[in-house]
């Protein structure tokens, strides 16, 4: 498959443009947040979570990966799972807390972040935009694919702060809480993921030869690469048939989901427990020993 897809062309897969757009960001957090000499500075975790974060993001979306999302239905779904699950985590990680304080000065996004709020939210709209009618219309427009996906980010990071929020004042949930709240994220999202995997027919458009396999591709292949090649479909690089390869993508973006999820309850429940076992009183037995 890898030969395959070099005839797109280097651009195509390594995004220099968005690598150089990556690059400024980086950039950007030195300046802002590395190359201080006050107690604002970045601690070093912060600043391994923060470039940890940008090159997943690069990874995801500048790398090889991003051209097979637009081929592959399962490699979409991985994307995805990495770029909503996992990267939003690291740059809330990677940014210290007095930065965040001050764009949470905002009324509206402390509103958005409530927990019931950013829950319903985020579940929402990743489901809304897997329904085909808007998953085919968003993959056909550049526009439209860059407004969605960024609003769903946007509403993944929304969704995360109530468990990772860095101001003490705002984290509202204890860790029972944030328990239930990861549970009640793993349910929200399995109808959109069971709709898909248990599907018998190809539910989307954009992955068929004569639907809009071409302007999805558009997307990443620059339009001179795309006019001078005779592609017949996706089959010619997916070695699985189109409704094979949709359930697959199913199954993927839900196995990663419960494998992220379940290492966050890992992490909240374990330190949680150990805390309340070691205020638990002695036996009577114990107590008496000590006693003598």
């Not at 070099?6 to 950007?28: E, T």
């Not at 319903?120 to 439209?144: T, V």
């Not at 017949?232 to 494998?259: A, C, H, R, W, Y």
Request: hydrophobic letters at 50%.
């Amino acid at each position: 498959m890898w030969q395959d897809i070099q005839i797109f062309g280097f651009r195509a897969l390594w995004s220099p443009y968005y690598m150089i757009f990556i690059l400024c960001l980086g950039l950007a957090y030195y300046f802002l947040f590395v190359h201080r000499t006050d107690n604002k500075k970045a601690s070093s975790q912060q600043i391994l979570y923060l470039y940890g974060g940008l090159l997943l993001l690069y990874i995801i979306k500048g790398s090889p990966i991003d051209l097979m999302s637009h081929i592959m239905f399962t490699a979409h779904m991985i994307q995805m799972a990495i770029y909503y699950l996992i990267f939003p985590i690291l740059i809330i990680k990677g940014i210290p807390s007095w930065a965040w304080e001050k764009v949470f000065q905002l009324s509206l996004l402390r509103l958005l972040t409530k927990p019931l709020i950013a829950l319903i939210l985020f579940n929402g709209l990743f489901s809304f935009y897997h329904i085909p009618l808007i998953f085919d219309f968003a993959k056909a427009n550049e526009y439209a694919h860059a407004v969605i996906t960024s609003t769903i980010l946007i509403a993944a990071f929304f969704m995360w702060w109530p468990i990772f929020t860095p101001i003490k004042k705002l984290e509202t949930l204890t860790p029972l809480l944030k328990i239930g709240y990861i549970i009640a994220n793993g349910i929200l999202i399995t109808p959109a993921c069971a709709l898909i995997i248990f599907s018998l027919d190809s539910l989307y458009q954009t992955y068929t030869a004569n639907g809009g396999w071409i302007q999805a591709l558009a997307l990443c292949v620059p339009s001179d690469v795309l006019s001078g090649l005779a592609l017949s479909g996706p089959e010619m690089f997916s070695p699985l048939g189109l409704t094979e390869d949709q359930q697959l993508g199913g199954i993927v973006m839900k196995i990663t989901q419960e494998i992220i999820y379940g290492c966050l309850l890992a992490r909240i429940f374990f330190p949680w427990f150990r805390s309340g076992a070691d205020k638990v009183d002695p036996l009577p037995s114990a107590t008496y020993q000590q006693s003598e």
